[in-house]
């Protein structure tokens, strides 16, 4: 079965610096695209970042970009997303999310909590 | 880019129908048959439940079927069941840097 583990959510001043990560399990990581989408409390939900099957394509929502930096380690199938200079509107579940066959979001984590707050 | 336009609520009957819309531009949902709908239970992931318009996943019930028109996208639940009480989302690709737009959420109640 298709798994994906977030980790590393936690209590963050603003400015700040946190690194997410999602584990993959269940499937080719290597071969998959992988998304990081965003929900903030008692939100709708927000696309956050892309990166390709290889790491060479990347895309990021204008709210995050020069701020968030998503990267993938295919040996170790895992995702991360680097967050630094951290305002209290990123408060959210950070969920990391599976590219379909062509541009959708076939499986999800449970994803983790990222709070901002002084 | 601006999330795509969904009804805050709709609500049924059990056995009943709805549709959810989802209004959008030429640039994503009128643009692209790349639109996709989620189901999110409280304090759950977001779980798919369409894509590319009209596509149903393996395991998801044929009680759900989506469509569109021009810029708008709809999602119909028949027979509805207590189990579709949830927020459903659409997304759609857009020709922006911005890969994906959601929509704003729509709240299923079963009366």
């Known amino acids: 079965d298709v798994q994906l583990v977030e980790s590393g959510g936690g209590l963050v001043q603003p400015g700040g610096s946190l690194k997410v990560s999602c584990a993959a399990s269940?499937?080719?990581?290597?071969?998959?695209?992988m998304n990081w989408v965003r929900q903030a409390p008692g939100k709708g939900l927000e696309w956050v970042s892309y990166i390709s099957s290889s790491g060479s394509t990347i895309y990021y929502a204008d709210s995050v970009k020069g701020r968030f930096t998503i990267s993938r380690d295919n040996a170790k199938n895992s995702l991360y997303l680097q967050m630094n200079s951290l305002r209290a509107e990123d408060t959210a579940i950070y969920y990391c999310?599976?590219?379909?066959?062509?541009?959708?979001?076939?499986?999800w984590g449970q994803g983790t909590l990222v709070t901002v707050s002084s | 880019q601006s999330a795509l336009t969904q009804p805050a609520s709709v609500s049924g009957s059990p056995g009943q129908s709805i549709t959810i819309s989802c209004t959008g531009t030429?640039?994503?949902?009128?643009?692209?048959?790349?639109v996709s709908w989620y189901q999110q239970q409280p304090g759950k992931a977001p779980k798919l439940m369409i894509y590319e318009v009209s596509h149903r996943p393996s395991g998801v019930s044929d009680r759900f079927s989506g469509s569109k028109s021009g810029n708008t996208a709809s999602l119909t639940i028949s027979g509805l069941q207590a189990e579709d009480e949830a927020d459903y989302y659409c997304t759609s690709y857009t020709s922006s840097s911005t890969l994906y737009v959601f929509g704003t959420g729509t709240k299923v109640t079963v009366l």
């Open positions: 269940g499937f080719t990581f290597s071969s998959y695209e």
């Open positions: 999310a599976r590219q379909g066959s062509t541009w959708h979001l076939d499986y």
């Open positions: 030429s640039s994503n949902v009128g643009g692209y048959n790349y």
